[in-house]
């Protein structure tokens, strides 16, 4: 497997953290709106050549208690959806992941599709047979896992019955 390349320096720019939370607002806003129809397939990076589809996470703030959604890239496997906590290979986790441990039970939005899910961090076993599969459905994960010394998870997203 070649190696990935090196970590690019204009990462750290204090302003893309502000770019992504403006434009993930904006990709969150425009996903409700249609339905998924729009940015409900990212195409950026590895993605560009393989589209990736995207799901919207809702979360809680364990601190503030305030509603958040997060776009992210997921899988299937079986019934569940599985997403990753991969930040871009920043060295810290995402907020959105930090807020699932605060409070697990929350919902997604697949295109038109809002349902209800628990989420749990992958066990090491369940870690190493899922990676390899997110890593053929988008191979920059690969790239960011080399730029941090953190484990980045991998959060398995199973469903729940009720609405709330």
């Known amino acids: 497997m070649p190696t990935p390349p090196p970590r690019p320096k204009q990462l750290d720019s204090p302003l893309i953290p502000k770019i992504m ?32 589809p995207t799901l919207l996470l809702d979360h809680r703030g364990r601190k503030s208690g305030k509603a958040f959604a997060t776009p992210l890239l997921y899988i299937t496997d079986g019934p569940d959806v599985v ?4 930040q871009g290979g920043l060295p810290k986790h995402p907020q959105w992941y930090l807020n699932l441990l605060a409070h697990p039970d ?14 749990r961090t992958a066990d090491p076993g369940e870690r190493a047979r899922l990676w390899p599969l997110l890593v053929a459905a988008y ?24 609405s709330s």
């Not at 939370?21 to 129809?37: I, T």
């Not at 929350?106 to 989420?119: F, K, L, N, S």
């Open 83 to 86: 997403v990753v906590g991969s």
């Open 106 to 119: 929350t919902h997604i939005q697949i295109r038109a599709d809002r349902r209800p899910v628990h989420a």
């Open 139 to 162: 191979a920059d994960f690969d790239s960011y896992q080399a730029w941090t010394e953190r484990e980045i998870p991998v959060v398995i997203l199973e469903p729940r019955s009720g």
């Open 21 to 52: 939370k403006y434009l993930a607002k904006a990709q969150v806003w425009a996903y409700r709106r249609s339905r998924g129809r729009i940015g409900g397939t990212w195409r950026v990076g590895a993605g560009f050549r393989k589209p990736v």
